[in-house]
Every structure is written in C-alpha cells, then in structure tokens.
C-alpha cells in the first residue's frame, strides 16, 4: 500500500475508532470502523504525526453541547498498550453525567501513553546487547524515554506529571510497573550525567536522532548536546526526580528502583543542594563566590536568561534555603530561592528519607531527613512574610536580605499548590491567606481576567494568556463545591480540541498555545481522578466515590 493512501487511511480509522462501546459509537454518526492488515503494512512510518494531527478535531464528536472531538490515535499509532487504562476509561466513563467531560477525560487520560512513549525497553532481549557496552550498569534493566508532546525531549518535570496518574496502576498491571521503573532508571541517568539541566535528549540506547533546541546558551558546568535538550537549572526537577520513585514505591512497595545507579543520582543531586545552598559572598570576608551554575542566552526576552552575566541576583548566607536559577514554567527567577520548589524538595527529601530507612540505610535516611528539616525550617523563617492586605503569608521569591517577590505561576510547583505536595494542609492559616492573595487580581499581578476565561498566567506566554493548569491545582486544593464546579467549567469550555491547552487567551478562548501540551493532560485526568474519589457527585451520575487503584 502507498505510504500516501495509508497516511489518509489511519487517518479516517482513527477519526471514527471508538475505544469502547459507551464511549464513543460510530455507528451513531454513520461511520464505519476500517480494517487494517496487521501484517503487511509498517503502521509506524505510517502513522501521521500527532503534533499536526491534534490541531483538527476529529470524529466522532461527543453528545453534548460542546461535541468536542475524539483525539486518541488509531490504536496501532498509540506509543504504549495498557488494558488497565482502558478498563479506567471504561470506568469512569460509564458513571459521568457531562457527555464533554467524558470525552475530554477519554481523551487525556491516555494521553500519555497515547502519544509520548517515545522509547521504552524492559532491558530484555535485543537491547540487552547494546546496554551491555556501557560500563557501570549504565542503561541496565528498564528504560522509558517520556517526550513532553510537540517536543521531542524529556523534562523531569513534565515527564513525571505525565506519569502520575498511572502510578496508582503499576501494582496491578505489569506493563505499567515496567514504564515508570523504566522512567525512574533514565531520569536517573540524566541527572547523574547533567544533575542541573531540565531537559535531555533520547537515550543513547534508543538510537533516536537528538533534537536541537536552536539556541547557542552558555552554560557552566559544561553539558554534552547530544545528550541535554536545554540546560536550566531548577530545583523542582530534582524534587520531581525523587518524586517519581517515591510515588511508585508508595503505590506499589517496590524498592527494585534503589539501583547502584539510583543511589549515585541521589547523591548526585545531593551535591547540588549543598552547592546551591551557598550564598553569593563569603559569610567570613564578604568576598564574592562564584556560584557553580551560570547559564547565558543571548536573547531579548530578559525571563530566558540570568542577569549579571548569568549569574543571577545575590542570595544570602544561613537562610537553610536552596537556590533555583529557574522556575517550572523555564523562566528565570528574580530573586533566587524560589519557595515552591523548595517546599516540593523538602516534602520529597522527606519521603525518600522514610523509604531509606525501611531499606537500612540509616546514615544516608539521617543526611536526608536532615536536608528536608532544614530547607522547611528556612521557609517558615525567610519565606513567610507580612501582607498588608492578607497577613503571613508565603512569598513566590526571597533572597535572605528581606527582599520578597509576592506572585504566583500556573506552573507547578506554585505557592497553590503547596497542599499538593504535603507542604501544608489547605486549611492552614498561612496557606489560605496566600490562597486568597493568589487568586485576586488586585495582589497577585499574574492572575489574568478576560471576558472568556480567568486564572493564574505567569510571564512565559504573557499578560493575556491564562493557563488551564491553573485551574486545576485550584480545583485540586478546594473543598467548595461551586469553586470546583467553576474551575472544571472554564477547562472545559476552553478545550474545543478535546484536550488541554497550554495556556489560553483571556478574551478569546479560542486562541491558544500549544495543542498537545501532555503535561496539562495528565494534570486534568488526576482532578477528575481526584474528584472521582473525593467529590464524585460532582461529576458522576451517583455519589459512591471511584479510587483507581481499587479496579478489578
């Protein structure tokens, strides 16, 4: 068959394939599904690419008033096959009174395993060979390589949000438990090899072409191009790093990730907290000490680069806090020691401390209860400040001299999401006053308004766009009924593509970045989990809680 006609027949096949009868019939829009030769033809060269293929709606629509589209791929261009996801979907699905919240849930939930799987080996078999070049145990035993969407690259970040909502089915479903193991062993590649960068290149073993980013950035210390995608600092993506194989012991009891090559990461990252927990002079003499980490761009836009010749504006000694060069959204931060993340590694630390301890690793659980004690400790001291309006409450940015940024981003790590991280409980004194501060438009200058839609941007995209994300970690932190409802309604309305944006205009809903953003995804398929399981009457037919861990 021509590669042309074959492009178009995958293409009508997955418009019209549904993935289970309550979801999506086709035979209710007159459409038929399209038999495929499953052994004569090459359904990878074959399958057209996603980035294109998200941006137009297809069939068949949802039955309610959005009729938003269906935009799973065809099941044989799907990047990873899970019958539990499936039985999820079907769950879920079944019980939801919004026929476009169903849909959009069909279509997120998935999306991860749909279309970022970009690599992924058990370390059996024919890869076994290749991994055997490396020495040290390098690339041994399961390997997942998680692209973040329209972009072939891995962030730790996004890679682990893209996990999350699976990891509460890896104790039930073999392939699953294979693909986080397989993430926690590449991210601990990446940040042994490049512990300060963000984002890297597909595994040396994949035999994937790098991809280049287009920038000619000045970076200490040195990183190979071949192997690092973009190179910013920021803390959260250690935090993210430990967050990945806490998550995945807590729902599994698995330890088989605390590999030789784990630890050496651990440690790895560990080295970096205490370089960056040096202030910019010498508490003895005053005499400046050049920070390990610089990062230069040439660039006019100033969020892309650290001042100072990238070094970044000065940070003080004895705060217990730990700098971050960079914030989540990859614009740099102003005023160094960025709470979010500090709180998001402090929770991490601590959880990691615990399952040390349960393996006997008593002196290296102390070391790291004690990093998690001191960098909580620094928040509660420097990262609380007094509001004129709302009282203590936590600033974005501090830089030990009493200087304060009071803001927040849609990315996470946010200040909104701090319960989400087990930083603070929601109903915490300091927490709400910061909630309120948040979510004002007269305190928070990156909460955006428009005729369309509302929420936290942040100065990545800009002073009009919005980010659904946002709305979710609201969501996600409330306990009022209408709240939720109203965060949920806005993501909703403002996904026509049946997935979730990047970010959305305030005034025109319609106008959007980013149509396969995979991170933002997984976050909307963990609130409806979440509301599954805490509010279910919100947006099931009945009120009998749904737990994902619990399916046959």
Known sequence: MAAISLHLLLFLAASSFPSFAQAASPARYGQQQIALADDTTDYKEACPDYTHYSTYPHRPLSEGPLELPYQRPHPKCRTFQSDAIEKVIEDVLSRMKDPDLARLFENTFPSTTDTTVKFHTTGEGSTKSTTEAYEGGQWDGPQSFIITGDIVAEWLR????QLAPYQALAKKDPKIYQ???????????????????????????????PTSNGQDDVVHPVYEPSFVFECKYELDSLAHFLALGNDFNEHT?????????????????????????????????????RNQYTFSRNTNTGTETLNLNGIGNPLNDGTGLVRSAFRPSDDATILGFFIPANAQVAMELKRTAKILKNVGKDSLAQTVEEWSQKITKG??????????????????????????????????????????????????????????????KSSNPYYLKGRDFHGIGGP????????????????????????????????????????????????????????WFAWANGVFASTILDLAKRKPHLIFTDSTPYDVSSIA
């Open 460 to 515: 990545h995209i800009g002073l009009q766009n919005a980010w659904p994300m946002s709305l979710l970690v609201q969501a996600r932190t409330s306990n009022n009924d209408e709240e939720i409802k109203e965060c949920i309604e806005l993501v909703l309305r403002s996904s026509k593509l049946g997935l979730i944006h990047e970010s959305v205009n305030v005034d025109m809903a319609h106008s959007y970045t980013r149509s």
């Open 253 to 289: 009891s698995s330890k088989e990730f605390l590999t030789p090559r784990w630890y050496q990461a651990l440690q790895t990252l560990l080295t970096v907290l205490e370089e960056q927990a040096k202030s910019t002079f010498d508490p003895e003499d005053g005499h400046f000490l």
């Open 379 to 440: 928040i509660w001291e420097h990262g609380v400040v007094q509001h004129r309006q709302f009282g203590k409450v936590f600033a974005f940015e501090v830089d030990g001299y009493g200087s304060s940024i009071l803001m927040d981003d849609a990315n996470y790590p946010s200040l909104l999401a701090l319960p989400l991280m087990g930083f603070v409980d929601a109903n915490d004194e300091t927490y709400q006053n910061t909630r309120r501060m948040l979510l004002s």
């Open 158 to 161: 996004d890679s682990t949000n």
């Open 179 to 209: 693909l986080i193991l397989g993430a926690i062993n590449t991210q601990a590649e990446f940040v042994i090899e490049s512990p300060y960068c963000n984002a890297f290149q597909p595994p040396p073993i994949s035999n994937l072409p």
